[in-house]
């Protein structure tokens, strides 16, 4: 993903975010979650492969009280593909 001349400028930063959040984070609670972490993840500059990534959104999804459907806290690994339980009680697909 890259800014375009106008992003690198800074302008309407608020219209820009808003843009991306509508097309990159999906309706569904789980993935939703997970996309928004790795949003927010990505301007640390850390380069990060996919397991490693994956771990993090793990840590953050359990420190945040989201847990699998069967009631365990989200372990490395399972930040995708695994069914969830938001910290509210709805069950979602990661």
């Known amino acids: 993903m890259l800014l375009t001349e106008r992003g690198l400028r800074g302008e309407d930063t608020t219209g820009l975010w808003r843009a991306v959040t509508a097309a990159l984070i999906p309706a569904e609670a789980a993935d939703g979650a997970a996309a928004e972490i790795v949003l927010l993840l990505m301007p640390t500059g850390a380069e ?6 994956n771990h993090r959104v793990a840590e953050i999804l ?7 459907g069967s009631g365990v806290p989200i372990e490395s690994g399972q930040s995708a593909g695994c069914s969830v339980r938001s910290p509210a009680g709805s069950t979602c697909s990661a």
């Open 48 to 53: 990060h492969g996919y397991e490693q990534r």
């Open 62 to 68: 359990a420190g945040e009280g989201w847990h699998t």
